[in-house]
């Protein structure tokens, strides 16, 4: 599949943006966000099983409210599935492929039913390793104050919310390691933990339940770094804080 430059997506992003497509009030009023979704997909006139001859390129742009019940302040409840992997080494998981959140589909509606909130799923070589939750990386805080979130070893996707909640929480001086594994263990003894994504922004994680045994993380509320980077996050977002690393893109700015 060919790649989509950077240039022509923020060029059809802020195309969409200045063309006040769809900007309610609602969005402002209850906090919510105009959720851009950039989606590149095979439209050649064929069937065989080969990659296509031509490509289309789109962005879907529609409100949304927090991606999980109960907003950001309300901590999540994971359940690491025992009969399901989202990726296998030397795959696709590093991409943002739809094929990739169809494997977790089954047992994420499975957990749901049972009462939890997402599934944490485990690495498919050893089955002990977190990669990711759902569709969200993963970060917890050790008892040293280490933060760490599984790294980019080919099977995890290197989200830009993850990104740039590395960057705010090495700036405010916290010891984040981001490029090793990290045990299922070790997030189940975490002193408190949150998942990253687009659509989840900073979500804060009260419990784990791994193994048949459910382990609270900070009393099941949302823990101190978890309230500082997801404020850091959203005033440079919501533009009450200086943007100094020119994260923000003004649609309306001369150069566009």
């Known amino acids: ?3 989509c430059h950077d240039n022509i997506y923020i060029t ?3 195309y969409g943006v200045c063309a006040r497509v769809y900007l309610p009030r609602l969005i402002y009023m209850y906090r919510g966000a105009l959720y851009l979704r950039p989606i590149l997909f095979g439209s050649g006139a064929q069937l065989g ?3 296509s001859p031509s490509y289309t390129f789109c962005t879907f742009a529609s409100p949304v409210g927090s991606y999980f019940k109960g907003g950001r302040v309300t901590p999540i409840s994971l359940l ?5 992997h989202r990726a296998a080494p030397k795959g696709s998981g590093d991409v943002k492929a739809v094929g990739n959140y169809a494997p977790c589909f089954a047992a994420q509606k499975s957990a749901k039913d049972d009462g939890f909130a997402e599934v944490l799923v485990l690495d498919a070589r050893e089955d002990k390793y977190v990669e990711e939750a759902g569709a969200s990386n993963f970060f917890c805080v050790l008892k040293d104050g280490t933060i760490v979130t599984p790294g980019l070893l080919g099977s995890i996707l290197p989200g830009v919310t993850r990104d740039s909640v590395i960057t705010l929480l090495r700036d405010r001086g916290y010891n984040v390691v981001a490029n090793k594994k ?27 339940t ?7 993380l900070n009393d099941g509320k949302v823990g101190d770094i978890t309230r500082q980077v997801t404020k850091a996050l959203l005033d440079t977002q919501m533009e009450r804080a200086e943007d100094k690393y020119s994260w923000l893109h003004d649609p309306w700015a001369p150069t566009h």
């Open 80 to 84: 690491v599935p025992t009969t399901v």
């Open 49 to 51: 099983v080969s990659p």
């Open 210 to 216: 791994y193994d048949g045994n459910k382990h609270v």
């Open 12 to 14: 059809c992003v802020l």
């Open 182 to 208: 990290v045990a299922i263990t070790t997030a189940c003894s975490a002193v408190e933990a949150f998942c990253t994504g687009t659509g989840a922004s900073v979500t804060p994680v009260g419990s784990i």
């Open 1 to 3: 599949m060919r790649v």
